[in-house]
Each structure stands twice: as C-alpha cells, then as structure tokens.
C-alpha cells in the first residue's frame, strides 16, 4: 500500500463504498436544476434510503418535500422530522391502517396515489370509518403505460370525482413518472419525453380545474427527464432518484460523466481460473444484482465495470461478465490482468444499476478525503 492509498483493508467485501464528493456535486447538479426551473426538488428517496444522504440532498432543510417508495421509508424518514412525504407507489387497501397511524404518530403528511375508481372508493370509506383523512394525487400515464390514467380519458374524471366527493379526503393533484425516458441516450429525444411527461400532467391538472379541483402539487420526473428538460411550466416540482449516485445505466445515456458515479461495491479477488480465462471474485448476483439495464447502451456494461480500487478508473476492458448467487466472474482476456489483481486483491465494480444493487446492503462506507470515515445505514424492506 502506498501512503496515499485509501485503506480498505479492514472492512469486509462485498460492501458499498460512496463517495462524499461526487454524492454532493450531484445533489446541487439537481438542486441547481430545479431552482433554475422554478420548482421544488421532491427527491425520491428510494435510491439512497438513508437520512444522512436525504439531508444532502435536501440542503438540510427540515421542510423539504421527499418521496419514498415503501412505508417503512416513510416510517423512518417521518421519524427524523420530515413531514411532506409523497408514497409513489400505488396504494393498496391493506396499507391504509398503517398510514393512517404514522401521520397520527409523527404529525406528518403523507401523500397517496391511485390510479382507479375501486381503490379511491375503498380510500373513501376506510378514512370516513377511521375519522381519519388522506391526501392523494392522481396518477397519470405520460407515455410510460406502467400504471396512471390517461391525462384526456374519462377515466381522470371518475376517479377525481369519487376522491372529490368524500369529506374524508384531500385530492391535491396530479403526478406522473416518464419511465419511456429509459428508451433512449440522445438529449433531445429525452427533451422532447420530457415536454410530452409536462404537458400531460399539465393538462390532467386543467381538466381537474374545471371541475373545481384546484392542483396545488404538479409532479412529474425521473433523472434523465429532469436533466434534460427545456421547459417545466405549469409543473410544481420534480422527482427523481438515482441522481446521488448515477450509475452505468445513466452514465451510458450520457445523463452523467464516469466522473459522477459515486456509488461502488468493493470486492476482493477469491480465485484465478486461468486456464478458463477468468478471475473469481467475491460480490456475485445477490451482491450487484443482475439487472442489466446499462447493457442496451454499453454493450461491454456486463454486471459492472471492474475498477482499480484506489482510482477507480476501469481495468482495460475488464467487467463482470457472469454471476452466480455469490460468485462473481470476471472473463479475462490478457494474461498480464491475472499478475494485476492477484488473489486477495481488491477492486471497485461500479454497478449498472445503483437502486437495485443498494439494495442488497445494510449501509455504506462513506469515503471522504481518501478516508473511510463514517458508516450510514440503509433502510431496506417494506
Ligand atoms: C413514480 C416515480 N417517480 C420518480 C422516480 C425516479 O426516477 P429516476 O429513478 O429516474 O430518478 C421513479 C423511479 O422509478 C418512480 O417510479
């Protein structure tokens, strides 16, 4: 080890390694967005899931609307102050009850969304029963066809109207998420989903309009939207998730620079097959997952880019090319790479997807200066 070298060599692999500097560059990068457009940054926490990076990514600001993706979420970052929560995720009959008694637990507000009549009826009559209410937006499609109504169906109107008519709750607008914006790496064509994700949740909110419902929430986002958006008119703030950390997946969409990946699984070499051309190490399927998304741009994405520990600048050409529950294999073309990492080596894999693969993992190593310096937990689980 060299006196400069980070020293990882107390810590157990696999584990994940973020870096301070990159997770703070890419929570102004956003913040400075949303501030340039006018409209609050309603980060959805389902990517971090850890207070310590929510407060980065809120500027420490106590009042900040966040988003979460489960309850559990919810229930932790309510417990650490903050009180605007939007859950989005469609709600289900059987989480009522719980909803019901964290708002009462931590005074906070938590926001649901639904998409259809029955679950807006099922809403109505559990919160009349309970004496207890609900705010809730209406989830719209813009184009993604994973779940919301069309921003011009009638569909919109049934369920406005039933969430409408009862005493016991509060429809406060409208959301929607262009997922479609995956499908593509070129600015402009994401430019132009993000117009069509605006103009749809815009004029779902018109239409509520006239028939008296007044949106006070307007929401739309996902990172590569809201990165390339040109407009936001008529919007009140945006959601996005994976921007702390990025990822291969957005890096090879040309949504950030290598530069900008914060998060990393250290691991360490368990073998050399080489007669068989590849290298063991010890982060597997469980450990990056085997979610492939940053594949269709980077073919050579594999599971991961495998990195020099220390610099985290990508050994030639070398990615985790098979996975097996606990086993990583990393195919190996230059014999040299085998005297490189030998065994009990670490590396860095810098993941396709910085979402799934957090979520095998209870915290991160936080690396500051060159220093390991803090250990963050994660709030895994529903
Ligand atoms: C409803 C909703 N909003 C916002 C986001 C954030 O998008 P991204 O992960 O692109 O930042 C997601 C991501 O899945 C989502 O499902």
Not at 161 to 184: E, P
Not at 201 to 223: E, H, K, P, W
Not at 290 to 308: E, H, M, T
């Amino acid at each position: 080890m060299n006196d400069n070298d980070i020293d990882f060599t107390a810590i157990e692999t696999p584990c994940l390694i973020l870096d301070r500097e990159r997770l703070g560059k890419n929570a102004k990068r956003f913040l400075d967005i949303a501030k340039g457009h006018k409209v609050a940054l309603r980060t959805h926490l389902k990517t971090v899931k850890s207070v310590a990076v929510a407060k980065i990514l809120t500027d420490n600001d106590p009042t900040a609307k966040i988003t979460v993706s489960t309850l559990l979420e919810a229930e932790y970052f309510s417990s650490y102050g903050f009180k605007d929560i939007l859950y989005a995720v469609g709600i289900g009959p059987n989480k009522f009850a719980r909803v019901a008694a964290l708002q009462n637990r931590h005074a906070a507000r938590i926001m649901l969304i639904t998409d259809n009549v029955p679950m807006a009826h099922s809403a109505a009559a559990f919160a009349g029963i309970h004496g207890v209410s609900f705010d809730f937006l209406i989830e719209i499609d813009s184009g993604d066809h994973r779940s919301g109504v069309l921003p011009d169906s009638d569909s919109l109107l049934e369920v406005a109207q039933v969430l409408h008519d009862s005493k016991a709750i509060n429809l406060c607008g409208v959301l929607t998420h262009a997922g479609q914006s995956y499908s593509s790496n070129d600015k402009q064509a994401i430019a132009e989903i993000a117009e069509h994700e605006r103009a749809a949740v815009v004029m779902a909110a018109d239409r509520l309009m006239d028939m008296g419902v007044n949106s006070q929430v307007i929401s739309m986002g996902s990172t590569p939207t809201v990165a390339c958006a040109r407009d936001l008119t008529g919007i009140t703030e945006v959601r996005c998730g994976v921007y702390p950390f990025f990822d291969l997946d957005q890096y090879g969409r040309g949504i950030c620079g290598y530069e900008d990946m914060a998060l990393s699984v250290l691991a360490t070499v368990t073998g050399h097959q080489r007669e068989a051309g590849h290298l063991i190490i010890d982060a597997g399927g469980l450990a990056l997952s085997k979610d492939i998304s940053a594949q269709r741009f980077l073919p050579d994405a594999g599971y991961g880019y495998v990195c020099n520990a220390q610099s985290l600048e990508r050994y030639l050409g070398l990615s985790v090319t098979a996975l097996s529950q606990e086993h990583g294999k990393v195919a190996v073309r230059d014999a040299v790479l085998f005297d490189q990492l030998p065994i009990g080596a670490q590396l860095r894999v810098l993941p396709n997807h910085a979402c799934f693969t957090a979520a095998a993992y209870p915290d991160y190593q936080l690396l500051e200066r060159g220093e390991l310096t803090a250990c963050w937990p994660r709030v895994n689980g529903w």
